[in-house]
């Protein structure tokens, strides 16, 4: 490749200026194999650029030529427009890979210079793209490209790239950009391939090559330009993208609003007939809500989107909260409400388990209890009080149980190996595991018929299987089971305290008493119970009687800090397990005391004919539930008992 550079002597002040920009790098030495006047080898082709005065573009630059042997005009003279004597170059870049790099030009020409701003230089073109641009600083927008092919081009690229906008960031509701918005551009060009794409801010900005994102974070109303070059010197109409930023509101610090409202039949003590159905209300002035959520009986949150429908029979707690965009979350509230037998049926389940975890016999799943599709707790489907004649049959039928749960929906993946863990861990249906808890009361006619009423007080049976002591007979009394009597065993049930507004029940079970009638040393039947056997007290009341519940009455003290207590009309599981003389007292799953019945202790405060544990320590003794009296309202159910 050569270059020849031709013209008269330079004159001085040309001569001054070539030396400055020779030290601010704006010249290079002539091309490599510079061709003399002499040189037999013709130039096959000649290629024109010209200038003026524009520092943004060159007037004309070719955009194709076919390879060998060219000459290079550079004319940036009056002739050309340039009427105020400005400089510029015409450099090809070599330092760029994705273009030539083998002829070395760089021009410099004004109209004040020896040659009048005209200059030449020969040299030779290889197949592929040149990238050519101006070296004065501030001329960085003169630039193009030059395509060269055997066929001096083929057919020339005369389409411009296609050159797209898109606006990004948080928009409000009238579509304003809050804070910010981002302004990507994108270009493609079928021919000789994008070269550049470039952008201007308003609606007479200076273009800017684009090489990222635009970021506009100033508010008001926003123009950006922008255009795209090819390689082949095509450039695109200038488009526009318009929009507008607002300013970010003050950060949301506060949580929704958020209310539960109750509708369905009620009946003249406010509980509902059949059904209730829960509709919740949440609202958010600031940034809006996100979701709102609600808990059934202590289950775990579950997005609500429709008002719920609660047909179980019982007392229910519904909790509910709610969340904004900003990330605040409500206080948690909730109603308490009891649904009474109406037209809906009782669910079908097996047993009574509202634990907030799934137990398989003593083994703790941690999954939450959830109620499933057919209305009973997930504990209630597994059945694992029932007595199973083998392992194998057990496990068989927790599977089945598992896998209709799954297809519910109620559990997942996760959740069915941990409940399927439980109970391989359970052991229930291996030997010296094959007795289950026998129904002592199952909520029927039947069931309820096998019990006795000894002294005052009376029991109802209700409609949803349970029974509740009864607000018109007067007195205390108990209901107790007549049919045997039991050594070790482990008494389970479920209460609740129905006591009237402003008060608790005051309740007990008792265990290991000798049959209640004809007792040579006391004639009323409910004091054998109380003055011969051991009363598991039942009493959430925060004031009166310093034995709350889980205390073996008159001998062993649980304060109210440790009784467990739950909310009111709240069903408790209650275990009451007696293995020789030891008791324990479970409730709702936790151990909440444990006494040993050992002779000497004496009833506190004393009690002039009580013979004390003395009198109590039988090796067996029948079951009772205790009644004070027609405001000590109580409500048990599910009575079961499994011998030790």
């Known amino acids: 490749m050569r270059r020849t550079r031709r013209g008269g002597p330079p004159r001085v002040g040309t001569a001054l200026i070539a030396a400055l920009l020779m030290l601010l790098g704006l010249t290079a030495p002539a091309a490599a194999g510079e061709i003399g006047g002499g040189d037999p080898r013709a130039a096959a082709q000649t290629l024109t650029w010209t200038a003026g005065n524009d520092i943004d573009k060159y007037l004309s630059a070719p955009a194709t030529a076919a390879p060998g042997p060219t000459t290079i005009v550079f004319e940036n003279s009056e002739a050309t427009g340039n009427t105020t004597s400005m400089p510029h170059t015409l450099t090809f870049d070599t330092g760029n890979p994705d273009y030539n790099s083998d002829v070395q030009l760089n021009i410099l020409a004004n109209p004040s210079d020896a040659n009048g701003g005209k200059h030449t230089a020969e040299v030779v073109l290889t197949p592929g793209t040149y990238r050519y641009h101006c070296t004065i600083p501030g001329h960085g927008q003169m630039q193009g490209t030059l395509v060269v092919s055997e066929d001096g081009g083929g057919e020339d690229d005369t389409t411009a790239p296609e050159v797209t906008a898109s606006v990004d960031g948080q928009q409000n509701a009238d579509g304003d950009y809050v804070g910010s918005a981002t302004v990507s551009l994108d270009a493609k060009d079928e021919g000789s391939g994008v070269d550049a794409i470039e952008f201007a801010r308003g609606a007479d900005g200076a273009w800017e090559p684009y ?293 608790n029940a005051n309740a007990g079970v008792f265990a290991r008493f000798p049959h209640p009638y004809d007792h040579p040393e006391e004639s009323r039947p409910e004091w054998v119970a109380i003055k011969y056997g051991h009363e598991l007290q039942i009493l959430d009341r925060p004031d009166g009687d310093i034995y709350k519940s889980g205390s073996v009455y008159g001998f062993d003290r649980v304060g109210l800090g440790g009784a467990g207590v739950t909310p009111k009309g709240t069903w408790n599981d209650y275990e009451i397990k007696v293995t020789g003389q030891h008791y324990e007292i479970y409730r709702n799953g936790t151990l909440i005391n444990e006494f040993d019945n050992t002779g000497g202790q004496s009833f506190n405060p004393p009690r002039d004919d009580d013979p004390g544990t003395d009198g109590r320590r039988y090796a067996s003794g029948y079951i009772g539930l205790q009644v004070h009296g027609v405001t000590d309202v109580i409500s048990y159910r599910d009575i079961r008992i499994k011998e030790l």
């Not at 929009?243 to 949301?252: N, S």
């Not at 799934?358 to 939450?368: E, K």
């Open 211 to 503: 090489s990222e994102p635009v970021v506009v974070n100033e508010v008001g109303d926003h123009v950006i330009r922008y255009r795209a070059t090819d390689k082949a010197g095509n450039r695109s109409e200038p488009r526009t993208t318009e929009f507008t930023v607002v300013e970010q509101p003050a950060e949301d610090t506060t949580a929704p609003e958020v209310s539960a409202a109750l509708s369905g039949d009620r009946n003249s003590a406010g509980a509902y007939l059949g059904k209730a159905t829960v509709t919740v209300k949440a609202t958010d002035e600031e940034s809006g809500v996100e979701k709102a959520e609600y808990s059934l009986d202590g289950g775990p949150y579950l997005t609500y989107e429709d008002p719920v429908v609660v047909d179980r029979v019982g007392r229910h707690t519904f909790a509910y909260r709610a969340s904004d965009k900003a990330g605040n979350t409500s206080e948690a509230r909730q109603v308490s409400f009891s649904v009474i037998g109406g037209d809906v049926p009782a669910p079908p389940c097996a047993e009574f388990d509202e634990r907030e975890t799934v137990f398989v016999g003593d083994q703790n799943s941690g999954v939450p209890n959830r109620i499933t599709d057919n209305r009973c707790r997930i504990n209630e489907r597994i059945e694992d009080e029932r007595e199973w004649s083998s392992n194998a049959l057990f496990l068989k039928h927790v599977e089945t149980v598992l896998t209709a749960l799954g297809k519910e929906g109620v559990i997942d993946d996760r959740e069915t190996r941990q409940i399927r863990q439980a109970a391989k861990a359970s052991g229930i249906g291996k030997p010296g595991q094959t007795e289950g808890y026998r129904k002592l009361f199952d909520g029927t006619e039947k069931s309820f018929a096998q019990w006795e009423q000894a002294g005052g007080g009376a029991f109802d049976l209700n409609e949803d299987g349970s029974m509740t002591s009864s607000t018109e007979v007067e007195g205390m009394g108990m209901l107790w089971f007549p049919e045997r009597k039991y050594d070790d065993f482990s008494l389970k049930l479920q209460w609740r305290d129905d006591a009237p507004e402003g008060g």
